[in-house]
């Protein structure tokens, strides 16, 4: 089941149209089935949703269009330290101002491998760190197939708290990346999800008001930082949770999903 944000006034005004209809507020029944009325409210839900004006989809990139292994590195660059685990270490890592800085791309990346290798003795050449440090991004099965399906019309862009090394290694690595136009990368604006600013450059690199922008991550507080904006959310659990969201807003080429050659903006395949 799919997660849509800014619902409840969907949910109120599909109640205030049942009310006028069967005079009352309905539930489930007795043995927790959705009794007929609560399902018309569902498809009125799935109506009024479908024609919120959806102009753009936003993607985040890790754990959405490519999968993520954190142990991946932690096993490789911190599996030798005293001490704290090798996940404990990361946590502390991501919390820490170097990461912070290096994400916003106040530092670049040699001074982020130094400050890691004073940080933690790391006895390793910057070459060696930098082939680990990209090494956790693997496909997202299916993920470049459902790109190819969404309505040439809409504008497409991604938002993502990156860096440099990242960065460079997903273009190169995974097609279905590089082929976006529309990029707002936290390591060159100088902000991080889920600060409000990130998610009006995201809409203003789609040429879209934030009202009609669909944003797409797997983190509840980018969801809500997104909200906050006026954007609408989904929130990522896989590609067939969110293909069903898509056709559920009417935002797929159900049809023909590689002969569509509607001039899209923000997309090249």
Same mark, same amino acid.
């Given at each position: 089941?799919y997660?849509?944000y800014? @619902?409840?006034d969907?949910?109120?005004?599909?109640?205030?149209? /049942?009310?006028?209809?069967?005079?009352t507020v309905?539930?489930?029944d007795?043995?927790?089935?959705?009794?007929?009325?609560?399902?018309?409210m569902?498809?009125?839900?799935?109506?009024?949703?479908?024609n919120?004006?959806?102009?753009a989809? *936003?993607?985040?990139?890790?754990?959405v269009?490519v999968?993520?292994?954190?142990d991946?590195?932690?096993?490789? =660059?911190?599996s %030798?330290i005293?001490g %704290?685990?090798?996940?404990?270490?990361f946590?502390a890592?991501?919390?820490?101002?170097l990461?912070?800085?290096?994400m916003?791309?106040?530092?670049?990346p040699?001074?982020?491998?130094? !400050?890691?290798?004073?940080?933690?003795a790391?006895?390793?050449?910057?070459?060696?760190?930098? @082939?680990?440090?990209?090494?956790?991004?693997?496909?997202?099965?299916?993920?470049?197939?459902?790109l190819?399906?969404? %309505?040439?019309?809409l504008?497409?862009?991604? /938002?993502? %708290?990156t860096?440099? =090394?990242?960065w460079t290694? =997903?273009?190169? &690595?995974?097609p279905?990346?590089?082929?976006f136009?529309?990029?707002?990368?936290?390591?060159?604006?100088g902000?991080v999800?889920?600060?409000?600013?990130i998610? /009006? =450059?995201?809409?203003? &690199?789609?040429?879209?008001?934030?009202?009609s922008?669909?944003? *797409?991550?797997?983190?509840?507080?980018? *969801?809500?930082?997104?909200?906050s904006?006026?954007?609408h !959310?989904?929130?990522?659990?896989?590609?067939?949770? /969110?293909?069903?969201?898509?056709?559920?807003?009417?935002l797929?080429?159900?049809?023909?999903t590689?002969t569509?050659?509607?001039? !899209?903006? !923000?997309?090249?395949?």
């Amino acid at each position: 089941m799919y997660h849509l944000y800014k @619902e409840p006034d969907i949910i109120s005004e599909c109640k205030k149209r /049942l009310k006028r209809f069967y005079g009352t507020v309905l539930n489930f029944d007795d043995n927790g089935k959705l009794c007929p009325q609560l399902a018309i409210m569902k498809y009125l839900s799935i109506k009024m949703r479908s024609n919120n004006n959806i102009k753009a989809i *936003i993607f985040d990139v890790g754990r959405v269009l490519v999968n993520v292994d954190l142990d991946t590195v932690t096993n490789k =660059l911190f599996s %030798d330290i005293d001490g %704290d685990t090798p996940d404990e270490v990361f946590k502390a890592i991501i919390t820490n101002p170097l990461m912070k800085k290096y994400m916003k791309g106040l530092i670049s990346p040699e001074q982020f491998y130094q !400050g890691l290798s004073n940080l933690y003795a790391l006895n390793i050449s910057y070459e060696t760190f930098t @082939e680990i440090w990209t090494s956790l991004f693997s496909p997202m099965p299916g993920m470049a197939d459902l790109l190819k399906q969404i %309505d040439r019309s809409l504008q497409l862009g991604l /938002l993502s %708290d990156t860096d440099p =090394l990242h960065w460079t290694y =997903l273009t190169k &690595s995974f097609p279905h990346i590089s082929q976006f136009k529309n990029m707002t990368l936290s390591f060159k604006v100088g902000i991080v999800k889920p600060n409000p600013k990130i998610y /009006l =450059l995201a809409a203003a &690199s789609v040429k879209t008001p934030p009202e009609s922008c669909l944003f *797409i991550d797997d983190m509840q507080r980018n *969801i809500d930082g997104a909200n906050s904006v006026g954007m609408h !959310g989904i929130k990522f659990e896989n590609v067939t949770q /969110l293909t069903e969201a898509l056709s559920e807003f009417s935002l797929l080429n159900i049809s023909s999903t590689t002969t569509n050659k509607t001039s !899209g903006t !923000g997309y090249n395949d």
